[in-house]
């Protein structure tokens, strides 16, 4: 059985990430799985979060209906309007991307 989301496998965000999300809350994807969810829950090559405006500020929240969790992560970061609410951490195995939706490889779905 594949184990997803090691740690030592090279972490990266793509294109429309960068472009959409300031580097803090990108880095605040891998925490949430390293510090949240990794060795809670089993987890699947793909992880779905959406962002969400918390009274102006930013929650990222994740759930696992399989697993009958749901976990959310209040951030210290002025919601921008205009930023993608649904972001993805994908692990093909070799690497781990945060991407957007439009961005996800051919043939993979949530």
Known sequence: ??????RNRKRFASFGVVNT????IID?????IDRNLKGLIPLNSLLHFILINNQGTLTIHYASPENNIAISMDLPFIYEEGWATDV???????????L???ELPAGVKY
């Open 1 to 6: 059985m594949t184990e997803y989301f090691e």
């Open 88 to 98: 993805y951490a994908y692990d093909n195995g070799q690497q781990e991307t945060i």
């Open 28 to 32: 605040s994807f891998w925490l949430m």
């Open 21 to 24: 999300l300031p580097g803090e």
């Open 100 to 102: 957007l939706p439009a």
